[in-house]
């Protein structure tokens, strides 16, 4: 009886552990989850430029859900394939006559994340590389979801960001 008593409690701590344990690694866990897709999402910005930069339409379209929206003005594309036509032939850093270098001042980026789903915001500052001046500033605000286990925009809106004191 004795022997069986020591067993169960035996037990009972090694649960208890196990339980207090894994309430760590949970935390450790969401932290280490948080931060992972902070960086993906930071990835839809580093990417966006890229594909500004070098005129790269494809590229651009990785970043996009396939039902996602683009508001720009008071225009708004719906579905990948109106997005991808406002790439290919609308936007400037995309015209092959425009050589710009798109870039984003780290301090400009915001980034949340709630579950599976978060916001993305950055501002396009477009550089021309002949004359090395700023040609445009674009802020450019998105819905970001997981999807497929990848992030993607779902929404977004772009359009020059106004200084306020």
């Known amino acids: 009886m004795k022997l069986a008593a020591v067993v169960c409690s035996l037990v009972l701590v090694i649960s208890l552990a196990a339980c207090g344990s894994s309430g760590n690694n949970s935390g450790a866990q969401q932290a280490t989850q948080r931060s992972a897709d902070d960086y993906a999402i930071d990835q839809i910005e580093k990417t966006w430029h890229k594909a500004a930069s070098t005129h790269n339409v494809n590229l651009m379209m990785t970043l996009w859900a396939p039902d996602a929206t683009f508001n720009i003005g008071t225009e708004t594309l719906r579905g990948a394939k109106q997005i991808r036509n406002f790439f290919a032939h609308k936007a400037a850093p995309f015209q092959p006559q425009n050589h710009w270098v798109s870039e984003t001042p780290a301090y400009k980026n915001r980034i949340t994340v709630n579950g599976d789903k ?35 925009i779902t929404n977004g809106a772009s359009a020059t960001p106004s200084l306020t004191p």
């Not at 550089?127 to 997981?146: E, W």
């Open 118 to 152: 978060g916001t993305l915001y950055f501002e396009c500052h477009y550089v021309d590389v002949k004359t090395r001046k700023v040609v445009a500033v674009v802020g450019a605000d998105q819905n970001v979801q997981k999807i497929g286990g990848k992030w993607l």
